[in-house]
């Protein structure tokens, strides 16, 4: 089962991130992975929250353009080259990784990894076959 991220285009202006944060945080709704991305004129917030369908509720209900996407989060093993142990099976395989950000919270001592992919399904099953623990809706509740 893949992770639900929320992507959001805000405008490439000062104290809009934080407005998206303030929201949500009003709403209980917490992120547990944030990346914030900018280019010239906008920015592109991707984040995982506690709970992904009722964050969308609230980004439409003030206007915010979003959409929900499919991720993997995987945990880096802990130990020498623990991120090649993910990367080097996917290229390996022709997987394109299109972005990759962690977590703010772990479950253990390992970092866990947003991977946004362009073949999920292939890459959650390399992943796995290459003993790389998967985290799927424990996520929600980091």
């Given amino acids: 089962m893949a992770v639900k991220q929320l992507s ?13 944060t303030n929201i949500l945080d009003k709403e209980d709704i917490t992120a547990k992975a944030l990346l914030a991305a900018s280019a010239a004129e906008n920015s592109t917030v991707r984040m995982v929250v506690n709970d992904p369908e009722r964050a969308a509720a609230i980004l439409a ?4 353009n979003y959409e929900i996407t499919p ?19 996917l290229a390996k395989a022709e997987v394109n990784i299109h972005y990759l950000y962690t977590t703010i919270n ?25 003993w790389i623990h998967m985290i799927e809706d424990e996520i929600y509740s980091l």
């Avoid at 209900?61 to 915010?64: H, K, P, R």
């Fill in 8 to 20: 959001v285009l805000l405008g490439n202006v000062p104290g809009t991130l934080a407005r998206l």
């Fill in 61 to 64: 209900s003030f206007g915010f």
């Fill in 106 to 130: 772990r479950i253990g001592k390992e970092t866990i990894v947003i991977l946004g992919v362009d073949k999920i399904d292939s890459a959650r099953e390399i992943l796995r076959e290459n």
């Fill in 71 to 89: 991720v993997l989060a995987a945990e880096v093993p802990l130990h020498p080259g623990g991120m090649n142990a993910i990367l080097k099976p």
